[in-house]
């Protein structure tokens, strides 16, 4: 079992859709968990952090977590075609952050 | 504010050559962390220092790699020799705080790497 788990996609929604990327993560101890875009040839952005259960909004983004059921999403309102990204789900325990896979994201015009 | 600085932005050498991978973290932050990204393997952390001190290198995929942290503000990561199955993006990331701090990573550009 990887300790973050992501589905791969591609998702593909159409634009103004609303977006919904799941993660999972097998360690209890974690105590941060975080969203990252990365569009092609760049390097991770952090968009959103979360760090107790319930959701947290910025904007048109919403992050969720679930403790208990060690399941973090990140809901994207209005997605727009600049959206379409890998979105990578990342979880702190300690000093070390463990990057999931990552899930590609495409938004139709 | 500056972010996290990477250098060369792009390496193509021949296979045997000696490769360093230059990162300067953002001022202030006290973690550093090296990743390598390939397509089949996705982001790997290969090592990460915290006040300068590397506490685990566990990621490092064999002896050929090293890593150094001589200052607060410079790291390098070395390969040598380099062979064609380390061709990746190497990313350089840092971060604030104490061990179980919630502050996030912060990436450099990467720097692209060929071995032909």
């Known amino acids: 079992q990887k300790e973050v788990e992501q589905n791969s996609g591609p998702l593909s929604v159409p634009e103004g859709a609303i977006a919904s990327l799941n993660c999972t993560y097998s360690d209890r101890g974690s105590q941060s968990f975080f969203w990252y875009r990365q569009y092609s040839g760049k390097s991770p952005e952090l968009i959103m952090s979360?760090?107790?259960?319930g959701d947290k909004e910025d904007g048109r983004f919403t992050a969720q977590l679930n403790k208990a059921s060690q399941y973090v999403s990140l809901l994207i309102r209005d997605s727009q075609p600049s959206d379409s990204a890998t979105y990578l789900c990342a979880v702190k325990r300690g000093f070390k952050t463990i990057f999931g896979a990552g899930t590609r994201l495409f938004v139709k015009a | 504010d500056a972010g996290v600085i990477q250098s060369p932005r792009h390496e193509v050498t021949e296979m045997g050559q000696e490769v360093t991978l230059r990162c300067k973290p953002i001022s202030g932050h006290n973690s550093l962390f090296w990743y390598r990204q390939t397509m089949m393997r996705g982001l790997e952390l290969l090592i990460y220092f915290n006040n300068n001190v590397p506490i685990d290198d566990s990621g490092m995929p064999e002896d050929r790699f090293s890593a150094k942290m001589p200052n607060a503000s410079f790291s390098t990561l070395k390969i040598q020799p380099s062979e064609p199955r380390d061709s990746a993006v190497y990313f350089c990331a840092s971060s604030a705080g104490q061990q179980y701090s919630n502050q996030p990573q912060h990436f450099g550009d990467g720097t692209r790497l060929s071995i032909l």
């Open positions: 979360i760090y107790s259960n």
